[in-house]
């Protein structure tokens, strides 16, 4: 059994194959055993509609999730910002690895910053989150910006600029990291400017519950102080009943002194698309020990974005 390859479940996107292909290399160096991709096709990557349209919570990954359940694949890798809050029993994310770059960045026309787009600038992105935050700061510092509504994938959004139709569009650093495009970027928005999905740049690793070989060896790719992090981040959301296309942008840093890593500081923002009304909010303590510490600095962010009027704010509620 020990040479018997295991099989990795992977959306077939580009981006996708490239995270999975780097997870399967490190599965293979931790067991042994060669990892084999099985593509499938989720119905976020057909339909053609907004995330906001189509529901957005689970629709990169339910096909995923039923492949592993009828047993065709042994573990499957998600992008965790994909992910809904709710974990399904009979599933267990066996590791989330350390997390990459968790920015957002532009990619626009003359190799354009942010903050030198022209007067009515066209900025592509698919996230409401994304709309709401730039619209947010173009009103706060005087700038003059249209947000347009794309779907497609990375090579489909930068070619709207290539070809002119965009003046820039809005992507996450670390995918262009995973699939070698990283220098395409031309700017790199800051986390002051633009906070990123909750789990932006980490990667979900899951397989089932019972198997708990496999949950041991994955767990070798298990990054704690990523899994805090992103814990502290989608209880925020969950506790928000928000889904993973609602304007909510959240991140937990991780403070150092030195090497020594001493507290956590978690922030969330949820705002309208326009950008005109936003509850944004910051707490900072002791690194989370345990799971339920992480979940409870969460909900208590959460409940005090709501006392501001969160609620309010986001178009898209988890059903």
Not at 52 to 72: M, P, Y
Not at 147 to 163: A, E, Q, S
Not at 260 to 288: C, F, H, N, W, Y
Not at 291 to 297: E, K, N, P, V
């Amino acid at each position: 059994m020990k040479d018997k390859a295991l099989r990795l479940g992977t959306r077939r996107s580009k981006l996708a194959m490239a995270q999975s292909g780097q997870v399967a290399d490190a599965v293979s160096q931790v067991t042994g055993r060669p990892v084999e991709l099985v593509e499938i096709t989720t119905y976020g990557d057909v339909s053609r509609e907004s995330l906001s349209q189509i529901g957005g919570t689970g629709v990169f990954v339910t096909a995923l999730r039923d492949a592993l359940l009828r047993g065709e694949v042994d573990f499957a890798v998600h992008s965790l910002k994909d992910l809904p809050t709710a974990q399904p029993e009979e599933l267990t994310l066996a590791a989330i690895p350390e997390r990459e770059d968790p920015r957002d960045v532009i990619v626009a026309r003359d190799a354009l910053k942010f903050t030198d787009l022209p007067r009515g600038a066209r900025i592509g992105t698919g996230s409401a989150r994304r709309m709401a935050q730039l619209n947010a700061y173009a009103r706060a510092h005087g700038l003059d910006i249209e947000t347009v509504p794309i779907r497609g994938n990375v090579d489909t959004r930068i070619r709207y600029v290539r070809d002119g139709e965009l003046d820039a569009v809005v992507l996450a650093a670390a995918g262009l990291n995973r699939i070698g495009r990283i220098e395409e970027v031309t700017d790199f928005l800051s986390v002051d400017t633009v906070l990123p999905a909750p789990g932006q740049g980490a990667l979900a690793v899951e397989c089932t519950a019972d198997n708990a070989e496999l949950i041991a060896a994955l767990g070798e790719l298990d990054d704690p102080f990523t899994r805090v992090a992103v814990t502290a981040e989608r209880s925020l959301l969950a506790a928000l009943e928000a889904g993973c296309s609602a304007p909510v942008g959240a991140l937990a840093d991780l403070l150092a002194d030195g090497q020594i890593v001493k507290e956590m500081r978690l922030r969330g923002v949820v705002g309208t698309a326009d950008g005109a009304r936003m509850v944004q909010l910051s707490t900072t303590g002791p690194v989370p020990e345990t799971h339920d510490h992480a979940l409870a600095l969460g909900r208590e962010l959460a409940a005090e974005m709501l006392a501001q009027g969160a609620a309010g704010l986001m178009g898209e509620r988890a059903h």
